[in-house]
């Protein structure tokens, strides 16, 4: 394994069309894209990294995945009533969907739809508690008590609101939204806020291979067949309007972020982390993209088979 992480790595130092950085906001802006880095975590425990996998990044819309979980321990299946879980098919910022289907969005990992996460996990809590739970839930599942909120991509969030804002104000106008839209938004940008290293995020990974198992530290997160629907929904809508290129060529669930992270899970097999800042048109890591597609190549773990 470790031998085809360097490899990987080996060729991404070598690409020149690296994608662009996400530019909303200057936190993001500013981050230098050439860093390439990526860890595997075998079921076992058992971990293989290569690149800057130990640097830090903003996870950004990785952290849907985990207030999805949330979610769904909270209310069970009543998260379907917030949200659809079909594929959108549209930007992960749209609006327009969200007008022709009352309010609601198709699925939790764009960002409407995380946003109506965040209000129904919520349940009449403080922004500051719900995201102290949010964040004891990422530390919990990757075991890792010092992954933390970095405030000042936080605050850059929230200067530069306005598209989030009127998601979450449109969705309101349809009684979809029972908090205080203020509040609502700030923990949402605080929970993508989140940083964390590719080692990390591949370790907070690993209860969705082994069927909400953590094996390593032998903690049952999840049952078994929530890990099989929430490792569903990645793979129909976690890479937004890009889902469908994502599963023919990596064919692996997967969560994407604009910092250039992606989790992606191999059922049985493998948590993989993979981080480069570079974006696709879509939003999606470029580079990351790539080297999950030549992981894959390598090891087989396509979920559709060589
Ligand atoms: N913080 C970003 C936003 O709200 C998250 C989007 C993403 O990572 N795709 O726009």
């Known amino acids: ?52 996998a130990d640097k830090l990044f903003s996870i950004q819309s990785i952290s849907k995945v985990f207030t999805l979980t949330m979610a769904l321990g909270k209310i069970g299946d ?28 198709r699925n939790p990992f764009i960002n409407a739809g995380a946003i109506a996460i965040v209000d129904a996990i919520m349940m009449g809590h403080q922004p500051k508690e719900t995201l102290a739970e949010i964040l004891q839930f990422l530390r919990f599942v990757a075991n890792d008590e010092s992954i933390f909120i970095d405030d000042k991509v936080a605050q850059s969030e929230l200067l530069h609101r306005d598209r989030n804002a009127s998601l979450a104000h449109f969705m309101a106008s349809f ?31 690993q209860f969705l291979v082994s069927d909400g198992m953590n094996l390593s530290t032998g903690i049952r997160v999840v049952s078994p067949q929530r890990a099989r629907r929430i490792n569903s929904l990645m793979l129909m809508c976690g890479h937004y309007d890009g889902s469908g290129e994502f599963a023919y060529r990596v064919g692996l669930p997967g969560k994407s972020g604009v910092g250039g992270g ?45």
């Open 1 to 52: 394994m470790q031998s085809i992480l360097d490899t990987i790595t080996a060729t991404m130092a070598l690409r020149t069309q690296r994608g662009r950085v996400a530019d909303y906001i200057p936190q993001l802006a500013s981050v230098d894209p050439n860093q390439f880095g990526i860890a595997v975590v075998l079921p076992d425990g058992q971990m293989f990294s290569a690149g800057c």
């Open 78 to 105: 009543a998260v379907w009533s917030h949200v659809g879980r079909e594929p959108s098919g549209d930007p992960f910022n749209s609006i327009v969907q969200l007008e022709h289907e009352g309010g609601k969005p």
């Open 175 to 205: 009684g979809r939204i029972k908090h205080s839209v203020d509040h609502v938004l700030g923990t949402y940008f605080h929970q993508c806020a989140i940083t964390m290293s590719c080692q990390q995020l591949a370790n907070a990974g």
């Open 262 to 306: 992606i989790l992606a899970i191999a059922p049985g097999n493998a948590s993989i982390a993979v981080w480069s800042p570079g974006l696709d048109s879509i939003g999606n890591s470029k580079l990351g993209t790539e080297a999950l597609e030549m992981l894959v190549q390598h090891t087989g773990w396509s979920i559709f088979g060589h």
